[in-house]
């Protein structure tokens, strides 16, 4: 997301954002709803941004596809790798293992292929590359998330590519109906804050479809 709407919880409570007034957390949510979302978010944050959605890659045999893949013009010159998961893709997958493995090889494999470049821009510090691992605010996905807390935690936020500094966010996605005016934002439940924590608790915006997924949720 945005510089400015990207939620992170850093030992602390963010500020409250609007509330998600549109459906509940027992109905279903599929990936295209949560691309359309992406698509007006990252059209309304920066200006003429180049997106993509699904798009391939392949590297020797080593092939996959993004959900959707966004470069910003200059000055920003922000990539954004993103991987979306919904109802059907979590009722599908075998487990965290399968998702994450997905999730690795977009990593691993995207810049290989001669069909993509990674920019690189001398002197930058902050992630100038963001590979998102993104879950529908729903009941589902939050007893996935939470029944495999443990493995989607431990995912490093940090790396680098190519000595591009780059951030590996794993989250679910708060504010759907304001993406349209660049609003989209995440809850992250990798680095020093989990799922289960109180921090992230107090961080979920109350009445909103997360705050209800978690409170419909069977969490074991």
Known sequence: MGRDTQREIEGRTP??????????????????????????HFEATFESPEIRLEEPYDHYGNRGSVDVYVRTRPPERIEYLVELKADPAVRMASGANEILRQYRRMER??????EHTLRKRLGRNEPALNLLLLFAPTQRCVEHVYEHRRLYGSVDTDLAIDGVP???????????EEAGSGGLGFLSV??????????????????????EALE?????
Request: proline share 4%; hydrophobic share 40%.
């Open 166 to 176: 780059a951030a590996r966010k794993i989250a679910f996605l708060v504010n759907l």
């Open 15 to 40: 500020t409250a954002e609007p509330l998600y007034r549109g459906g509940n957390s027992i109905e279903p949510m599929r990936e295209d709803e949560l691309a359309t979302a992406a698509v007006e």
């Open 109 to 114: 494999y995207f810049y290989e292929d001669d």
């Open 190 to 211: 990798n680095g020093e804050v989990g799922i289960d924590s109180e921090q992230f608790r107090d961080a979920v915006p109350e009445e909103s479809r997360l705050a």
């Open 216 to 220: 419909d949720a069977e969490l074991r």
